[in-house]
């Protein structure tokens, strides 16, 4: 797996991220809390992670209810890696988004308990009722602390992160160094003003949801039902909103069509098309199975050359 750099941070990083966000739950929410993997299966597929190359791992203070914290740091603990860096988030509460500095620092302090180290640190969701600067402040102080090495945000539009931006170079506070939205072959609006003004600014991307929950896989196709406990199933109207479409579906057989023509399945291809993407610093992907891990293997096998990538894109030009 190569190395990439995250944005201007002068941190280095896999090209694929493991995301934790299906342990103990899916997401943040306390409606799909216990419908994610178990704490024993989330260690085995931290374990097969690492095995692959996998160097990063990413969660959150509020994935499955704490659990998810808590298993990557028993994991950690037990098998002490020299090169993995622990990426969390905060903000995400039952009451909304809290980006103020008492919360950051509660929270920190909290998540570096449950995980032993944090060393990329990302705010989960824009907070409206928090003042930016006072955010940056926060996340500044835990740099200049020592408690992290770097921040990011998550799920900011365009409007966002330029006041973001704006802010930190106006105070002469730290600015955030990528960002992490959901960005798939099902989902590219951030091409259309977002990925612009990272690559001005020299910012990194690692996106999440890089298969849409599933439905960038062969699992939906030929008229097979959305089967129960799945991603879609659980989470999908919360989640992965207009994913599951027998439009979407049209689009994925067609892409099936161009996978078999390198030999690789869908997913594969889906994340080979991330991974060449040149605002792409890193996916995160999240395979709850071991067995899902081969679309991965497929996209760092898989090099598409300017023509293929041209119709791959084509096929979802309009989304």
């Not at 739950?25 to 690492?50: K, N, P, Y």
């Not at 089967?227 to 879609?232: E, Q, V, Y």
């Not at 395979?287 to 991965?296: D, E, H, I, L, M």
Request: overall charge neutral; aromatic content about 6%; some cysteine.
């Amino acid at each position: 797996m190569l190395i990439r750099q995250l944005g201007r941070s002068g941190i280095s990083t896999s090209e694929f991220i493991f995301g934790a966000g299906s342990i103990g739950g899916v997401g943040s929410s306390a409606a799909t809390l216990g419908q994610g993997i178990t704490a024993e299966q989330g260690m085995a597929r931290l374990d097969e992670a690492a095995r692959l190359g996998v160097r990063v791992i990413d969660t959150a203070d509020g994935y499955g209810g704490g659990e998810s914290e808590r298993t990557v740091g028993a994991w950690l603990a037990a098998r002490r890696p020299a090169d993995v860096l622990v990426a969390t988030k905060v903000g995400n509460t039952p009451e909304g988004v809290d980006l103020s500095r008492a919360h950051l620092e509660r929270h920190l302090e909290r998540s570096i308990g449950r995980l032993g180290r944090v060393d990329l640190y990302l705010s989960h969701a824009p907070d409206p009722s928090t003042p930016v600067a006072e955010t940056l402040e926060a996340f500044t102080a835990a740099r200049q602390a020592g408690s992290i090495r770097a921040f990011g945000v998550c799920n900011v539009d365009v409007r966002q992160l330029e006041e973001i931006l704006s802010t930190a170079a106006s105070t002469g506070l730290d600015r955030p160094e990528w960002v992490q939205n959901g960005f798939s072959l099902l989902n590219r609006v951030a091409e259309r003003d977002l990925l612009p003004l990272l690559a001005r600014e020299g910012l990194g991307f690692t996106p999440f949801s890089p298969l849409a929950g599933g439905v960038l896989s062969e699992r939906y196709l030929d008229g097979r039902a959305v089967a129960p406990g799945s991603r879609i199933a659980v989470a999908g109207d919360r989640y992965y909103p207009g994913m599951h479409t027998p439009d979407n579906l049209r689009r994925v057989a067609a892409l099936r069509a161009l996978a078999r023509e390198r030999g690789i399945g869908v997913s594969g291809m889906a994340l080979a098309w991330l991974r060449s993407h040149p605002s792409v610093t890193a996916p995160i992907v999240a395979p709850s199975t071991t067995g899902q891990w081969n679309a991965v293997r497929e996209a760092l096998a898989t090099d598409l050359d300017p023509a293929e990538r041209a119709a791959v894109s084509d096929l979802f030009a309009r989304h």
